[in-house]
């Protein structure tokens, strides 16, 4: 495509992304956006924009209702349009927005549930992966077991949050009330896809330390030393068989496995 092709398509794009009542500079394609055809195609693309990210972040959605969640996310679509085609896909920045948002401030925990939101995206759309049978750790003498480093299966996310996100994030999606009065506390969370459906639990700070490290690369030696960091008393064996049991790993590798 020559430079006039490129020009083209740029000057096309900020007229749809402007924002409403704002008319952007003159450009040789301001004479096609004054069309009254160019304002449907704008609304119908900047609303399956929209229609995209209430798709994807069905948790915010429903934590703030329609008209504000639709207002909120077309401010964000003119700011971090698309960069695919694939729609479902769209959202990577969007939990950062809602940082920075100020009509968001009175809901302090709405970034990370959004962040909870895009997580179970990723988990979804991830490539699949052989989960890791425990039993070939127990092959193992003590000494391989601490130098082999774990790694998490493609699909696996986690997070620790500083506000009790998880536990909004999760009666929302399970569509319930939730259970008593909220405590105002720090919490993580795990999601995995083992049958090929997403599933989530909650996780420790340790846990998160944990699978961190694990996937820095780091061997099992190192990622207890992380975990019991984050969280002094943590039970590694319990940790570790935890995981496993929630196939979290995808293989054992290190200098002495095979």
């Known amino acids: 495509m020559n430079a006039n092709g490129h020009h083209f398509q740029d000057d096309f794009l900020r007229a749809i992304l402007a924002p409403p009542g704002i008319a952007p500079p003159w450009t040789p394609i301001t004479p096609l956006t004054q069309q009254p055809g160019f304002k449907v195609y704008r609304n119908t693309v900047l609303k399956g924009c929209v229609d995209a990210l209430a ?80 039993a070939a750790l127990a092959t193992l003498n003590g000494g391989d077991l601490l130098g082999a480093a774990l790694r998490p299966c493609a699909s696996v996310r986690w997070r620790w949050f500083e506000t009790p996100a998880f536990t909004i994030w999760r009666a929302n999606r399970e569509q319930r009330d939730l259970d008593g009065e909220l405590e105002w506390i720090g919490e993580g969370a795990l999601l995995t896809r083992p049958e090929g459906a997403v599933v989530w639990q909650h996780a420790t700070q340790g846990m998160c330390a944990f699978l961190d490290a694990c996937a820095a690369g780091a061997n099992l030696q190192i990622a207890s030393q992380s975990a019991m ?11 570790l068989a935890t995981l496993l049991g929630a ?12």
């Not at 960091?229 to 940790?239: K, N, Q, S, T, Y």
């Not at 196939?247 to 095979?258: E, K, L, S, T």
Request: a negative charge; one cysteine or more; hydrophobic letters at 50%.
């Open 55 to 134: 798709a994807n972040f069905p948790t915010v959605l429903r934590l703030v209702g329609e008209d504000w969640f639709r207002a909120a996310a077309l401010i964000h679509v003119c700011a971090e349009p698309p960069r695919s085609v694939c729609l479902i896909e769209y959202g990577q920045e969007f939990a950062d927005f809602l940082s920075g948002f100020e009509p968001a401030a009175a809901l302090p925990y709405l970034p990370d549930v959004a962040r909870l939101d895009r997580l179970w995206t990723e988990s979804h759309l991830a490539a699949d992966d052989e989960a890791l049978d425990a």
């Open 229 to 239: 960091v984050a969280e002094p008393g943590i039970d590694i064996a319990r940790l």
């Open 247 to 258: 196939r979290v790993f995808a293989d054992i590798h290190g200098a002495d496995i095979h």
